[in-house]
């Protein structure tokens, strides 16, 4: 089992152990007094901690988080991370995602584009130890591609590629594989595992930039 970063734990949630962060609810999710659940079944960063894969994260990192939605996720990082730049195109979830960054000090949404790394490049502090992508759409390694910038040297990227978003008719494995190709235009790839049962056809990917 990998190190857990600083700031998320194993707390026992309906009788089993389960990942934790420490924060305000934001989502309707259980909570104990101090600890609140980070379901791997809702979260694509918590399911690839569950999987076993080796973030890198230690706690208090600096994040930018590509995908954010309305902050399921990205609630949990600002929790045990540093500085979080939350990045979402969709006006809608970014309401929401304004209201969970209110209780978050740390926690910065901004209603961009992530194809579009050159809109939020003055806002967005150079050298991040990793970047959280969770996107979901056509052309997910090239958008990792395109933020690379923005990472410092030995940073980490944490990506979720969805089989689906890029083409519905063809085999996951071949798709991860021309996925994991594009990737390898600006990242060596350090680990990759899939995230099932927690999410079908998606593929955990850690890389750092080359
Ligand atoms: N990461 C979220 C979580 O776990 O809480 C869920 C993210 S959802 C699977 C994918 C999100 O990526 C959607 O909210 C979608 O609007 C957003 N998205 C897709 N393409 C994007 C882009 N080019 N720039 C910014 N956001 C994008």
Do not use: C
């Amino acid at each position: 089992m990998t190190d857990l970063p600083e700031g998320v734990e194993r707390r026992a949630f309906d009788g089993r152990q389960r990942l934790a962060t420490r924060g305000p609810p934001v989502y309707g999710e259980p909570t104990d007094e101090e600890w609140r659940l980070w379901d791997a079944g809702r979260s694509k960063l918590a399911a690839m901690i569950e999987s076993g894969l080796d973030t890198g994260l230690d706690g208090g990192e600096t994040v930018l988080y590509l995908g954010a939605a309305s902050g399921t996720t990205v609630s949990h990082v600002a929790d045990f991370a540093g500085p979080t730049y939350a990045v979402e195109f969709a006006p809608r979830p970014v309401r929401d995602l304004v209201g969970v960054a209110e209780d978050r000090p740390n926690l910065f949404p901004l209603l961009k584009d992530a194809r579009k790394p050159e809109t939020y490049a003055h806002v967005v502090e150079a050298d991040v130890d990793a970047i959280v992508q969770d996107v979901a759409t056509r052309g997910q390694a090239r958008v990792a591609v395109e933020n690379r910038r923005f990472l410092r040297e030995d940073g980490r990227l944490l990506a979720a590629i969805k089989a689906r978003s890029e083409d519905v008719t063809r085999d996951p494995d071949d798709v991860f594989e021309d996925a994991l190709a594009d990737l390898r235009e600006g990242y060596e790839v350090l680990e990759t595992a899939r995230l099932e049962p927690y999410h079908d056809d998606h593929l955990g990917v850690v890389a750092r930039p080359e």
